[in-house]
């Protein structure tokens, strides 16, 4: 049966920075608090005239680049976003005319902070079932756009930026399971409830927020999705050589270490110069991780995240 394969990863975080000292200026909040609370410094703000595919389009050069692949070998594009350049078309067929590739299938996937697992657990699935070669799997977003600068309770808390990676069929394994979940029920608790129509924005078009009930449920399955994927592959955490979590708050990133039982250095975290930037944090993080060759080939390394459905899942990957 085919594998998939990671053969390249790229990142890209737009040039202007917005640190917590300059949130100082702009609501009632201080650098002292959102470091405490949330191990955030920074983060990355896209400029006016860019858009998620602009983001995506500078991390995918690079994961081009770094696998050295033809762009048209590339049979197949999803992108993870909760910030498309547009309601439609998809912002993977925007990004596929960006990067010049003629013929291949693309879509978006809409499943917040999990977005990424998502999309890579379903391009995995693509190949294993023989229906493409070569998947681009990409996480951009611009969440500063949906932000309520005047609210303290959100704004602090998310940046821009993009990361994407190439997969291919392989004769090794590479990708060894995906897990993922979802629960709607709670969908109400982290959201964005405008909507356009009849030309009009309806209802309120900004994150919107209940901080404890999403900061408990996170800690609870980070835990549990870790232990399944595991299981599945007859792991133990012990083998485990780098966990690469959503990057949400650096207190659920942490509580969720103890509880599996992991150190600390074995978990990769960006979150204090890039925030929570959504779909766009764990392929981010891992590409840190492997150009500053913390990530070596045969190393085990679990790809988990958790975000607003909620939704939530992991993919456990042999280097
Ligand atoms: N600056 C200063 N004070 C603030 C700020 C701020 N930016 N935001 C809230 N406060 C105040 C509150 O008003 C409150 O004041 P009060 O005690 O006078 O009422 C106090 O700080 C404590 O507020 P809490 O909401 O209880 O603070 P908490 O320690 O729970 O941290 C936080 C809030 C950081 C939002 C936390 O709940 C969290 O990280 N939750 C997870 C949410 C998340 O990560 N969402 C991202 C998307 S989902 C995902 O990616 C998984």
Known sequence: MAHSKIIGTGSYLPGKILTNQDLESIVDTSDLWIR???????RHIAAEDEMASDLAVNACL??????????????LIIVATTTPDMTFPSTACILQ??????????????AVCSGFVYALATADMFIRSDRC???????TEIYSRLLDWNDRSTCVLFGDGAGAVLISK???????????HADGSHYNTLSLPGNIACGKIQGKPFV?????????????????IVHEALSENNLQISEIDWLIPH????????????????????????????????????????????RDKRIQPNQYIVLEGVGSGFTWGAVLIRW
């Open 133 to 139: 070669n070569t998947a681009l799997v990409v996480g």
């Open 62 to 75: 690079k994961a081009i680049e770094s696998a050295e692949i033809n762009v048209n070998k590339i049979d």
């Open 36 to 42: 405490s609370r949330t191990g955030i410094e920074q």
């Open 97 to 110: 005319n960006k990067l010049g590739i003629k013929d291949c299938a693309a879509f978006d996937v809409q």
């Open 247 to 290: 990057q949400a708050n650096i207190r659920i990133i942490k509580s969720t270490a103890k509880k599996l039982g992991l150190p600390m250095d074995k978990v990769v975290t960006t979150i204090a110069k890039h925030a929570n930037t959504s779909a766009a944090s764990i392929p981010l993080a891992l590409d840190i991780a492997v």
């Open 170 to 180: 392989s004769n090794h394994q590479g990708i060894l399971s995906s897990h993922l």
């Open 208 to 224: 919107s927020m209940e901080g404890n009930t999403v900061f408990k449920f996170a800690v609870r399955v980070m835990e549990e």
